[in-house]
C-alpha cells in the first residue's frame, strides 16, 4: 500500500545539513518530514574520529554525532521516513516527490541537503585501506598524520589546497598528477610551487596502496609513469585522493539549475535555488568547504529561509481572499 504524505517542509536528505534544517524547521513549527536516503546519517556515517565539529573537546565519533543529530531532530517533532526520492515534480506546489516503494511526498516547501561523494580512483587496494591511512578529506583526517609523510592525488584546485593544507601538520607532502600540468587555478599553483614542504610527481598515476604487516594500514604507494611506464615506489602514512567530488543532484537535473560541476546553484549568501520554495544546503550547494559544520550552518539558513517564504507567501493569500 503506497500512502500520502505532506508537510509544510519537506527535506530530502539526512546529514548534518537535513537534520539542522530538521531541528530549526520543526521548531519553527513546520513539522518536517525528513526522507532519509538510502544513508542515513550521511557522509559521518562512514568515519569515526571526528575532531573538529564544535561542541566536544574529547573526539567524538561520526556515526554517535548523526545518532544524537537524528534523536535531537525527532525530539522537537521532525519526522524520519526510511525512504529514497527517486522522482520529483517542481512545477508547481505542493512540489511532489515519489519514494523508490511508490509513497508520494507533498511539501510546500523542499529543502535539497542531499549531499556529495567523494570520487575514487576505484583501486581495490584504495576500498580496503580507506580510513587506514587513505582519505578524501585532509580537512578532516590530516591532523591524524601530524610529522608524517603524506601524498595528495589530483591536480585540480582541491588537490592544490590539500597539499598546501597539509603542510600545516607535515614536512614531507607529496602531490602526485597524472599529466604534467595542473587545472587549479594559477595563484593555487604558485603558492604550491613556492611551498618548500611539497614536492610534485608529475606524469604519475597509482597502481597500488600498499598496506604494512598487520593492522599498519598504509604504507607506501605504488607508481607508474604514464609516459614512460616506469613503476616506482613512495614512502608514505597518508594517501589524499582530490580527483574531485559527484553532487546527487541527478534527480534534480532539467528540475532546477545546476552549474558545469552539476551543484546546485543557489542565490549567494542564502539558499534559495531557481524554483522559488525549493532551498538547498549542505556539500549539494558548496564545493568549496565541505565540512559538517558548514552544512549544518547551511541547514540552518534553509530552514529560516523556508519560514520566511512561507509566512510570505501564507500573507499574499490572506491578502488575496481579504481583497475578494
Ligand atoms: P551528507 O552527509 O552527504 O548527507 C546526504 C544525505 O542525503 C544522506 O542522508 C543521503 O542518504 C541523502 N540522500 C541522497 N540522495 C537522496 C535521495 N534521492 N532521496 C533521499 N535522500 C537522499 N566533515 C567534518 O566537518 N569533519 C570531519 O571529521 C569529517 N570527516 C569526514 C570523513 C569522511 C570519511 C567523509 C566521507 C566526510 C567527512 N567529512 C567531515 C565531511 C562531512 O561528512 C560532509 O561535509 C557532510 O556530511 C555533508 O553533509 P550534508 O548533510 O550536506 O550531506
Ligand atoms: P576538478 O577540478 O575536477 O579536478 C580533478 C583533478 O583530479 C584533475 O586534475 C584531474 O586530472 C584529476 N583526476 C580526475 N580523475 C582522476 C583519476 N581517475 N586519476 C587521477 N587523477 C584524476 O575537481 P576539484 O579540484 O575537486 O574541483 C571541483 C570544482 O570545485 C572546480 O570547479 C574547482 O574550481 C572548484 N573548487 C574551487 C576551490 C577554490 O576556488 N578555492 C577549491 C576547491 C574546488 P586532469 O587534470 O588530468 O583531468
Not at 11 to 27: D, E, F, K, N, V
Not at 60 to 67: A, C, D, F, K, V
Not at 197 to 209: A, R, Y
Not at 265 to 285: I, L, N
Request: hydrophobic share 40%; net charge negative; glycine share 12%.
Amino acid at each position: 500500500m503506497t500512502a500520502t504524505h505532506s508537510t509544510r517542509m519537506l527535506i530530502l536528505g539526512s546529514g548534518p545539513a537535513g537534520l539542522s534544517a530538521a531541528i530549526y524547521g520543526a521548531r519553527a513549527g513546520m513539522a518536517p518530514i525528513v526522507v532519509q536516503g538510502i544513508q542515513p546519517g550521511g557522509q559521518l556515517t562512514t568515519t569515526t574520529d571526528v575532531e573538529n565539529y564544535p561542541g566536544f573537546r574529547e573526539v567524538i565519533q561520526g556515526p554517535w554525532l548523526m545518532e544524537e543529530m537524528q534523536a535531537q531532530a525527532e525530539h522537537v517533532g521532525a519526522q524520519m521516513m526510511w525512504d529514497t526520492i527517486v522522482e520529483v515534480d517542481l512545477s508547481q506546489r505542493p512540489f511532489r516527490l515519489v519514494g523508490d516503494g511508490g509513497h508520494v511526498y507533498l511539501g510546500d516547501t523542499l529543502v535539497i541537503a542531499t549531499g556529495a561523494q567523494a570520487k575514487w580512483l576505484g583501486l581495490e587496494s584504495e576500498q580496503k585501506l580507506r580510513g587506514q591511512g587513505v582519505s578524501a578529506c585532509a580537512t578532516c583526517d590530516g591532523f591524524f598524520f601530524r610529522g608524517k609523510k603524506v601524498a595528495v592525488i589530483g591536480g585540480g584546485n582541491t588537490a592544490v589546497e590539500e597539499a598546501l593544507y597539509l603542510t600545516n601538520h607535515s614536512h614531507d607532502v607529496t602531490l602526485i598528477h597524472r599529466r604534467d600540468s595542473l587545472r587549479a587555478e594559477k595563484i593555487l599553483q604558485e603558492r604550491l610551487f613556492k611551498h618548500h614542504g611539497i614536492k610534485v610527481l608529475w606524469n604519475t598515476e597509482i597502481d597500488q596502496f600498499v598496506a604494512g604487516e598487520g593492522n599498519q594500514g598504509l604504507v607506501a604507494l605504488d607508481l607508474k609513469d604514464t609516459v614512460t611506464g616506469e613503476t616506482s615506489r613512495l614512502d608514505v602514512d597518508g594517501g589524499f585522493v582530490a580527483i574531485g567530488h559527484h553532487p546527487a543532484t541527478e534527480l534534480f537535473e532539467g528540475h532546477l539549475e545546476l552549474d558545469a560541476d552539476h551543484y546546485i546553484k543557489v542565490t549567494p549568501g542564502t539558499t534559495h535555488t531557481s524554483v522559488p520554495g525549493v532551498f538547498a544546503c549542505g556539500d549539494v550547494m558548496d564545493k568549496l568547504y565541505r565540512q559538517a559544520i558548514t552544512a549544518a550552518g547551511t541547514g540552518c539558513m534553509a530552514a529560516l529561509d523556508a519560514e520566511r517564504y512561507l509566512a510570505e507567501a501564507d500573507f499574499e493569500a490572506e491578502e488575496a481572499v481579504a481583497a475578494e
